[in-house]
């Protein structure tokens, strides 16, 4: 064994193979003429001219722009770190790193010292450490445990930095300054390979903060959550945060409980809690390698010992074995016979790699640890002997399976030294992977490939033989296997024989679910349905227009939920709910979002109802006031008025998707639910607002709705048009409450409480988005108009597209009585007499006027594009508004029923009519549709070709292409149709 007390200089005993060696010269004889100015690194001279250290430079110049940086930037540091033992550096650094807050206490550094010494630390022991690993000086085990304490010395040091921080503010009572987590209240565990003392080079740090939320380190009132939270974010900037001198460590948190709904810090009762009842077979493995390592280390310890019985089972039950059976099933998933890749291999995740090895120990120690404390080590290798001892594996695997895990962490460290990137990918490229060989000791890419296939297939061998008695993941449909690292042949062969054109990207997918990516299926029974489901679910989807559409759409569903046990259940239980579903998901991923937030709305598909659908408001209304119900309070019904929205919506556009309504009617049926919606939600507000401040004497109220909710042809993606006016008796203006108002801010607040109430997002979600634009004066006048001051605005000082926004008013709700004189008003507003030729002037002028500021030129943008629905309404509220006084018929008609009714009085011609209506039915189908199907603004080119196939299908075109030209052929005859008329 080697004196550990002589230098480096002295123990060196190899350099690797330099590629381009005139670059390497070149860059070693910049760095000697450095070497010379600097008194301090005179003792590097004699090693420059020749011998091993000089070799080792080169190396590190030809290989490593980020070990060679460092050499060059400070030649005194590289001197003493060849001058010095290695192990007392690392022990002298890890010291100062860890004292480092004792500076910033005694007043001998700021904090900006700090900052700087912490990450000036980081960049001499990588120095050192890759030293001496490529030197030859150190082993894997040295090497890890060497990086493994410098990352708990910069946690340590930099919890009690901030701990001492946090004190002189005033926000925790440390019981011990000079060591600060000594009774602090909180405590960090380290996890993966930080926990298990066995750091990779360019790591991220796996750690979770737990805190005791009576502790009395906490001042009277603090609130604990808040208060570890942020010492939690303070001590991940001051690891991470880069700066001009580098980084310390990358933090990861999220291996806590939950971590898509937890806080960074979570307190120890919660985490509890979480592990007896939710914990995971993957969280237990994670606990294997838990470690306290900053913070209150006692506290962290006696966390540990309370859940050995959930990390450490004497009995397993049935999911669990079921678990484990299916982390076996990873082997299975990797046991073919091809060729390992040498080429842009993942030393890590791939065929015999790193995680294999780390996989086959920790499932044994999940196994069998319970019953053999001797297993319940955290180090690899440490295990892979315990395992031997124990009986559970040869001599053979453990002394084959060590040499390859010191192998594959070897090549993985000389990855990450040559950027500093957290990587275990092998270069794709020949020529780089070339040198890469050379970097890692052998002489050309053929040695360096045959040592690399051989103990890849070695760590394969292992594993499938120890896991061959696990059940096979196949299903009538073929077979399935989603457990492993890479992908299993035959599954790619079943998806894509399912339907799936990107069988890989598919397999990776549901990969992930299974391990843990998406929170909403990480309890153990989400987890164990989806086992159950996932056969039947990818057949399901298999058999839609878009499988991998419909796959990722559902992906991002289970991103979006807290949990899905409840949708997995019930797809678990129906075939026809599964098929429905499959077709919501790649034809109308709108709908399916609503599945992801209420899954229950799924119920409405199967229910014999869903086939008769009806699009009278009365019905409709009820049907929303039954799902309301009896709301405890205001807050309720805003939650229950949300649900009642969110599931008619959703049943209606299912029934579009099922040609059960057709688009015209959905219309009809988007703008009753919004009606009814409207109406109950002012009752609410209305009885809540005359119980705070009484009634107007003689106050009267009612509520327009102008656009698309005027017209019945609402979409899925439509906002609400809406106008308030009210009247009351001028003599008498304050209202009778306890707390009155004046008439004109009692409807003013009404109508803002009214608002509010379709508007504000709840933990049910969102409801309406309003739009008061179409009032008088729009954003600048007043939220509710008064009666006279309306009409006489109307009369006397609005434009004509104001008139034009009337052409489409109905009242929704409000006083009986007082509804009628509005009615009556607008009427009077619109049939007013005008002469046709300003009225068609106007109106092209305001087209114009769209044109420029919106634009025209998308063809797919049913609306705004030039001969689309925008010009069918303004060819429709023209006439409308020119001939409505000699033929009152035309009022309140919808654009379709206006060039029906113009023709029959001789205004318009029949062609030109039959042209409009054929072109408003044809974009207005399409719109509805592309509204269901997409949020946002339709773009072709991201669409998937199902939804295209579905747009085209609907009006009657083969694809998308005549589709486009079956568009644009219609709107060139409405472009006519118009300069025609409106001439």
């Known amino acids: ?153 910069s946690v340590s040091g930099g919890v009690n930095l901030v701990l001492t921080e946090v004190a002189d503010l005033g926000r925790i009572i440390l019981q011990n300054p000079d060591f600060p987590g000594e009774g602090s209240g909180f405590t960090v565990l380290a ?104 913070g209150d280390l006692t506290l962290g310890a006696n966390f540990i010992a309370e859940l050995r019985p959930f990390i450490w089972r004497k009995y397993f039950d049935f999911a669990s074995i079921q678990d484990v059976h299916a982390m076996k099933r990873q082997i299975h998933a990797v046991r073919g016979h091809d060729e390992i890749a040498v080429a842009g291999h993942d030393i890590k995740l791939g065929r015999g790699g790193i995680r294999e090895i780390e996989f086959f120990v920790q499932t044994q120690q999940l196994v069998f640890g319970g019953r053999r404390p001797g297993l319940r080590g955290r180090r690899t290798l440490d295990m892979l002997i315990a395992l031997h001892d124990e009986g559970w594996i040869t001599d053979k695997a453990r002394d084959e399976l060590s040499d390859a895990y010191r192998f594959l962490r070897t ?25 890469f060989a050379k970097f890692c000791g052998y002489p050309n890419l053929k040695a360096f490939s045959k040592a690399l296939t051989h103990h890849a297939s070695i760590v394969q061998g292992h594993y499938a033989l120890l896991f061959e008695e696990g059940p096979e993941l196949a299903s009538d449909v073929g077979n399935l296997v989603f457990t492993g690292t890479s992908d299993d042949p035959d599954t790619l062969a079943t998806l894509q024989r399912l339907g799936f054109h990107e069988p890989e990207k598919a397999a990776e997918t549901v990969r992930g679910w299974h391990f843990g990516r998406r929170s909403a299926i990480t309890s153990q029974r989400a987890r164990e349905v989806l086992t159950e489901l996932t056969p039947a679910l990818l057949s399901a989807l298999g058999g839609t227009a878009d499988p991998d559409g419909a796959l990722a759409a559902l992906d991002r569903a289970f991103g979006r939920m807290p949990a899905a046990v409840e949708l997995l259940t019930i797809l678990q239980s129906h075939d026809r709910l599964r098929l429905r579903f499959a077709d919501l998901l790649g034809t109308a991923p709108r709908l399916a979002d609503t599945v992801a937030q209420s899954p229950h709305v799924l119920d409405a598909l199967i229910d014999p109802a869903f086939g008769v659908a009806s699009t009278d408001e009365a019905a409709i209304e009820e049907q929303v006031r039954q799902i309301i119900g009896s709301p405890r309070d205001f807050e309720d019904f805003l939650d229950r008025s949300r649900d009642a929205a969110r599931q008619m919506r959703f049943i209606t556009g299912a029934r579009l998707l099922s040609d059960v309504l057709s688009p015209a009617q959905v219309g009809e049926v988007y703008a009753a639910i919004a009606q009814a919606i409207i109406r109950t939600s002012f009752e609410q507000v209305r009885q809540a607002f005359e119980a705070e401040h009484g009634i107007v004497s003689g106050g009267q109220i009612a509520i327009l709705g102008l656009g698309r909710l005027g017209t019945r042809e609402l979409t899925a993606g439509s906002d609400l048009d809406l106008v308030v006016i009210y009247d009351f008796d001028e003599e008498r203006r304050e209202s009778s409450g306890p707390r009155s108002l004046d008439a004109v801010v009692y409807y003013t607040r009404l109508t803002q409480r009214l608002v509010a109430a379709l508007t504000v997002p709840t933990r049910r979600g969102l409801l309406y988005e309003v739009d008061l634009r179409l009032r008088p004066q729009g954003g600048k006048g007043p939220v509710a108009s008064q009666f006279l001051g309306f009409v006489n605005y109307q009369k006397s000082e609005a434009d ?96 379709e029923a206006v060039f029906t ?66 568009l644009g052929e219609a709107r060139g005859l409405v472009r006519d149709v118009f300069a025609r008329v409106l001439r």
Do not use: C
Request: aromatic share 6%.
């Open 1 to 153: 064994m080697p004196d550990q007390n002589r230098s480096f200089l002295h123990r060196l005993k190899q350099a690797p193979p330099v590629a381009d060696l005139r670059r390497a010269k070149t860059q070693l004889t910049d760095f000697l003429r450095r070497v010379r100015y600097e008194p301090g690194a005179a003792s590097l001279l004699p090693h420059l001219e020749a011998g091993l250290f000089r070799d080792l430079l080169l190396a590190l110049a030809d290989h490593s722009s980020f070990l060679w940086q460092l050499v060059v930037s400070d030649p005194v540091r590289m001197a003493k770190l060849a001058g010095e033992s290695p192990e007392e550096v690392h022990g002298a650094i890890v010291e100062n790193q860890a004292d480092l807050f004792r500076g910033l206490r005694s007043g001998a550094l700021t904090r900006d010292d700090a900052v700087r010494a912490f990450r000036r630390n980081r960049n001499t022991h990588a120095l050192l450490v890759a030293l001496a690993d490529i030197g030859g000086l150190w082993g894997v085990e040295q090497v890890t445990q060497a990086l493994s304490d410098f990352a708990d010395a």
């Open 191 to 294: 996890l993966g390979k930080h926990g298990a003392g066995e750091l990779n080079y360019s790591s991220d740090i796996d750690l979770v903060i737990f805190f005791d939320p009576e502790s009395p380190a906490l001042p009277e009132g603090a609130e604990a959550a808040t208060l570890y939270t942020r010492i939690a974010q303070q001590l991940a900037r001051l690891l991470q945060e880069r700066t001009p001198d580098g980084y310390v460590h990358r933090v990861d948190y999220r291996l806590r409980p939950d971590p898509g709904s937890t806080p960074t810090a979570v307190s120890l009762p919660s985490a509890y809690t979480y592990y007896e009842t939710v914990g995971q077979n993957w969280e237990r493995a994670a606990f294997i390698k838990a470690r306290p390592v900053a």
């Open 411 to 435: 090549i993985e460290h000389r990855l990450q030294m040559v950027a500093d990137e957290q990587t275990q990918r092998l270069p794709s490229d020949e020529e780089d992977l070339k040198r």
């Open 800 to 895: 004509l597209w104001e008139h034009m926004a009337l052409t489409r008013a109905r009242v929704l709700a409000g006083d009986e009585e007082f509804a009628k004189r509005v009615e009556s008003a607008v009427r009077d507003i619109v049939g007013t007499p005008r002469d046709r030729k300003k009225v068609f002037k106007d109106v092209r002028a305001m087209r114009e006027l769209i044109a420029q500021e919106k634009g025209d030129d998308d063809p797919w943008d049913l609306k705004l594009a030039r001969g689309g629905l925008t010009d069918l309404d303004f060819i429709a509220q023209a006439l409308v508004l020119a001939h409505a006084h000699s033929y009152p018929s035309l009022l309140t008609l919808v654009p």
């Open 901 to 966: 009714e113009v023709a029959r009085h001789g205004v318009l011609d029949d062609a030109d009519a039959q042209t409009l209506i054929e072109a408003h039915r044809l974009f207005s189908a399409i719109f509805q549709w592309q509204r269901l199907t997409i949020e946002g603004r339709f773009d072709a080119a991201a669409v998937r070709p199902a939804i295209l196939k579905r747009l085209a299908g609907v009006a009657g075109s083969p694809d998308a292409k005549v589709l486009l030209t079956q």
